[in-house]
């Protein structure tokens, strides 16, 4: 079936430096993947919507500057925290619906990265 | 945008016992309603969803109504079991897979 793999599923790393996350369709195509966060114990918040070929979309409130957001081809778009900072700690996922399937296709999420700044 | 409201945040039931959450949402244009259960550090799964073309949507012990005038929907777990204590989100938006998800609700089924 339909299977979203996102990498890596933890990372330490120190304040100031960036970290890249990847998200990958790994049997279907997807123009369009989905970037959530969430803190631990709250839901989890839209951050912005991944188009191939173009520019995200960010949802308010998200810094386009600090949350970058490659799509360079159908099958993997790139989140790049940058300048990270202990308040960036977070679970990052990311979605991606099989556009070539019925509509009624279901969307699937990634497992997640659980980023750690110290 | 969506504003998504989730009631209630915390849920406790005795095992067989059923349990009712509710999700209302505010943009009209949502057309896809679904249900989401995570564990503690895992991914979201999907449980249920339905469409706006639909009422109700039924699969074995869970059930999902939607209510698209008043715009609100509900998860029903009925026979509830240890195995069903998780979290819960509703998540309302689009078929293109654009959701907004609700605070979520604490489910803890006793024994």
């Known amino acids: 079936g339909a299977v979203v793999s996102q990498h890596p599923s933890r990372v330490i790393c120190k304040s100031g430096t960036s970290v890249k996350i990847e998200c990958r369709s790994l049997d279907f195509q997807a123009t369009t993947m989905f970037w959530y966060r969430q803190f631990p114990k709250q839901s989890l918040m839209l951050m912005a919507t991944s188009n191939e070929g173009s520019k995200a979309t960010y949802e308010q409130g998200v810094e386009k500057d600090k949350f970058l957001i490659n799509h360079a081809s159908l099958t993997l778009s790139t989140l790049t925290v940058t300048s990270a900072h202990p308040e960036d700690s977070s679970f990052y996922i990311c979605s991606a619906r099989d556009e070539g399937g019925p509509i009624a296709s279901p969307l699937h999420f990634g497992n997640g990265t659980r980023l750690t700044v110290t | 945008g969506e504003n998504v409201e989730q009631h209630p945040s915390t849920l406790s039931v005795q095992e067989g016992d059923s349990a009712v959450i509710k999700c209302t949402y505010s943009?009209?244009?949502?057309?896809?309603f679904p249900w989401y259960k995570q564990e503690l550090g895992k991914r979201p799964q999907l449980i249920i969803d339905i469409r706006s073309n639909v009422g109700e949507k039924k699969d074995q012990r869970i059930a999902v109504t939607l209510n698209k005038t008043a715009k609100h929907f509900s998860l029903h777990i009925t026979e509830t079991q240890p195995e069903d204590s998780a979290v819960y989100f509703c998540a309302p938006g689009d078929s293109w897979g654009k959701l907004q998800f609700g605070a979520g609700t604490q489910v803890v089924v006793t024994p």
């Open positions: 943009d009209s244009a949502s057309n896809y």
